[in-house]
């Protein structure tokens, strides 16, 4: 097939920006308006989106790593944002240490992870945390307990080498991005364990990534091509990908137009597209013109659900 046949695009609703995204983003740009010049530190990305951080690196926002590339004593005025998929208590620690001003952008879904897992500790629970090792949303739940107080599961094959005491207390919590089916087969798999395992008083998996999986598997079931747009460190895009291509369609991450291979495009009448939750709508409006540029093309929505959710912002920045 042609690259410049006719096609249908079906666009998965919802997608792109979260409520916890846009809270994040502009409790940013609320700090940059408000401190008139004033030096504003990022801690980490404060979302998983390259074209996010360049904005805002383009209003002159400093993000850094860690909080020892800020200097010490800081400069006048100076503030740092966490970003929205939390940290360790720590962190806020040495932010204190070091007389920075601090603004929270974490997510409150991740925020309520964190305290299930302080509450669970203080009541001398073992805590099983489902999630990926090295995403800065997991090391932040870690940091809230102990060493070795919370034990991390990773895949389904990692049950078998969960160690708990016999009799003993047992509760599992989650990343807030996972895939849906791939997490509750761990659970069921640390369940068979553990019969007296305890969930979350409510889903810990957010419910924009739960709505955005559904719809893409929604759009998978008749799209010759699915496109994700999303960064590569980006969980919850990286999911939507793997869901797609479970739902038997041929799927790619993009960053944005200008990572779409012709040869992708060459079999597919039709496309189904998405965006993860930290990833602009102006993205898939521009992969929506590039398809245009390449012949006609009809385009409809596939709204699974419509989200209404809103996050308050911190009195810092109201």
Request: charged share 20%; proline share 6%.
């Amino acid at each position: 097939m042609s690259v410049t046949v006719p096609r249908k695009v079906v666009l998965a609703g919802p997608r792109s920006f979260c409520a916890g995204v846009e809270r994040a983003i502009e409790i940013v740009e609320r700090v940059v308006e408000q401190r008139s010049g004033a030096p504003v530190f990022v801690r980490k990305q404060i979302v998983h989106n390259a074209h996010v951080v360049a904005d805002l690196e383009g209003r002159g926002v400093v993000f850094v790593d860690e909080l020892d590339q800020i200097p010490e004593p800081p400069p006048q005025g100076a503030v740092v944002v966490l970003s929205a998929h939390g940290v360790a208590p720590a962190v806020r620690a040495e932010a204190a240490r070091r007389g920075l001003e601090v603004v929270d952008a974490t997510c409150p879904l991740v925020a309520k992870v964190h305290g299930e897992a302080r509450r669970l500790i203080r009541n001398g629970v073992q805590v099983v945390l489902v999630g990926h090792a090295g995403h800065e949303e997991v090391d932040g739940t870690l940091g809230h307990a102990p060493p070795d107080a919370i034990k991390l599961v990773q895949s389904a094959q990692d049950v078998g080498a969960v160690d708990i005491a016999d009799g003993g207390r047992v509760a599992y919590l989650t990343q807030t991005t996972l895939a849906v089916d791939e997490t509750s087969e761990i659970v069921d798999g640390l369940r068979a364990r553990y019969p007296n395992l305890v969930g979350p008083p409510s889903d810990d998996i957010c419910y924009a990534t739960t709505n955005r999986q559904q719809a893409v598997a929604a759009i998978a079931a008749e799209a010759d091509l699915v496109l994700v747009v999303g960064s590569a460190n980006s969980s919850n895009s990286v999911r939507l990908v793997e869901v797609a291509r479970r739902a038997g369609a041929q799927a790619h991450l993009i960053e944005d137009v200008t990572e779409i291979r012709p040869e992708w495009l060459a079999d597919a009448a039709s496309i189904g597209l998405t965006a993860g939750a930290s990833a602009p709508q102006h993205l898939v409006n521009e992969v929506v013109e590039f398809l245009r540029a390449q012949g006609p093309v009809t385009v409809t929505e596939r709204t699974v659900t419509t989200e209404t959710i809103r996050f308050g912002l911190p009195a810092q920045v109201r």
